[in-house]
């Protein structure tokens, strides 16, 4: 029965038509892999109580009506930045500790009407500012590949949670967001598929802001086909949010494609120093896989790369700043006891609501939206920004052009924790998110495919990234790798047993 839930949505469903399993059964199952990997704090809270409940209608639509919908009985976790009604939605953060949202997320609305049951909400950095899911009030989130209690690696960041809940088995599929890398990241280093979808093809209604123009709800799941499964549920226009597109989504399908009038880019600036060699070989293996298969293969530059992370850096605090400035202690959130002054509520407030790191990206978001360093920092920035999406419409749309881009997700496989924190929280995502972030600034698709094991035991994996909304060519690519590469499954059938021993 464990083996079950590591099972693709496909096979859940078989097993649901021939009675092998209920939705009630399964959500059980989760939920007992969620207790059973406690200890690598993947969630928030487990929401065991709606799981059940949300089972206990599958089932009703499965066997009594006999109108299934797409998802049904099909487990999920939600990164616990997006809002879900009477469901705490804290952001790991003290300042949001006991906030209760009234309303649902649109992709979580989505997920519901599709039939999908919740098992719980996912760890992250607080406020999804960071790259290894450690600085969360509720503690940090634990890599399941390799765990001793004084000796482990991280999950990533900031969805670390929801890419370690899918790996466990806990859940079928997760949602994060993704702002510079942070769905892409965990799921990297985690070993399951993480998909960044273009900016405005999934509603970002419901998800607490980080950085608004860079922001995308992201997926994480053990296969490709089960990642395009959750992207049809939820992609599409949302009223509610006016960035996203205005045409009707036609769902995406995964066919046998002809890879040989497929051109493959790969850009030569994505060779950068700091990365493991283990990562550039792998590079190669699938570049070579490609070549096989008949695809046109060939190098391509992205120049502006190099200023890539500064750029993301400074507009990150800029908007972070912003968006941050509604936390004061008086319409929501925590509010402490200070009373002598409006401007020491304030203070109180956010010296008690926010961490170090939190209040440090604020601080620097507003030296440099100083009227005196507004040029200088953010206007300079908004230009780069611009010069760093013309590069990716020359490659995609030039006389040379490519279909997709081929890259290293991350520059080597999960650190341990006593190795990630040597580097403070800004210099880490600057070495973490260096492959990953120039997607977000450009707004196009990008998705982390699961390769290999490093000699450490551990997940390597590459990225795809392609022109705005050319989801359905890169994942249609991802599964012709991922079928080939035929990366092995966490085995999660020991974890009871492993938290035993230690």
């Given amino acids: 029965m464990n083996k079950l839930s590591s099972y693709t949505i496909k096979e859940i469903h078989r097993a649901y038509r021939d009675k092998i399993l209920t939705p009630t059964s399964f959500v059980d199952l989760c939920l007992q892999k969620a207790i059973q990997s406690i200890e690598l704090n993947a969630f928030t809270t487990i929401t065991d109580d709606e799981a059940e409940s949300h089972a206990i209608e599958s089932e009703k639509r499965l066997y009594v009506d006999r109108k299934p919908k797409t998802l049904d009985g099909i487990t999920i976790g939600i990164k616990d930045n997006f809002c879900t009604s009477n469901i705490p939605t804290t952001c790991g953060s003290e300042m949001l500790k006991n906030f209760v949202p009234t309303y649902n997320a649109t992709v979580y609305a989505r997920l519901r009407k599709a039939g999908a049951c919740l098992v719980g909400k996912c760890n992250l950095d607080e406020f999804a500012m960071g790259s290894g899911t450690v600085d969360s009030i509720f503690g940090p989130t634990r890599n399941p590949w390799q765990y001793e209690r004084n000796n482990w690696k991280i999950a990533g960041g900031s969805s670390g949670g929801s890419a370690v809940a899918v790996t466990t088995g806990s859940c079928v599929a997760a949602i994060g967001s993704d702002t510079g890398g942070s769905t892409r990241n965990p799921a990297a280093l985690c070993g399951v598929v993480g998909l960044k979808p273009s900016y405005g093809l999934v509603s970002r209604y419901g998800l607490i802001p980080l950085v608004n123009s860079m922001d995308v709800p992201g997926i994480l799941t053990r296969d490709i086909d089960d990642c395009v499964a959750v992207l049809n549920s939820v992609a599409g226009p949302d009223d509610l949010d006016s960035t996203t597109i205005k045409r009707d989504y036609k769902p995406i399908e995964i066919q046998d494609i002809d890879m040989s009038s497929v051109k493959i880019g790969i850009p030569k600036e994505y060779h950068c120093e700091g990365m493991d060699r283990e990562v550039i070989n792998t590079w190669s293996y699938v570049s070579d896989i490609l070549e096989k298969e008949n695809c046109i293969v060939k190098q ?100 040379n052009k490519v279909d997709l881009l081929l890259t290293p997700t991350t520059l080597s496989d999960a650190p341990s924790y006593e190795d990630f924190s040597l580097k403070n929280n800004r210099d880490q995502c600057a070495f973490q998110d260096f492959c990953t972030q120039p997607a977000n600034m450009a707004g196009i698709p990008a998705v982390s495919i699961p390769i290999r094991l490093s000699k450490n035991g551990l997940p390597l994996s590459l990225q795809l990234m392609g022109p705005m909304f050319s989801e359905e060519l890169m994942l249609n690519v991802a599964k012709k790798i991922e079928s080939i590469v035929k990366f092995p499954s966490f085995d999660n059938t020991t974890l009871a047993d492993k938290f035993v021993k230690i």
């Fill in 300 to 399: 391509v530059s992205l120049p502006y790369s190099s200023v890539s992370i500064v750029v993301y850096s400074i507009l990150n605090q800029c908007e972070v700043a912003s968006n941050m400035a509604r936390y004061d202690g008086i319409e929501y959130g925590l509010r402490t006891d200070e009373t002598y002054s409006t401007e020491e509520l304030y203070a109180s407030t956010r010296l008690q609501g926010f961490s170090e790191v939190v209040r440090s990206r604020i601080l620097t978001g507003n030296y440099f939206l100083l009227t005196r360093n507004y040029n200088k920092y953010f206007i300079k920035a908004l230009k780069l920004r611009r010069l760093i999406s013309d590069d990716f419409n020359k490659v995609f749309n030039g006389e």
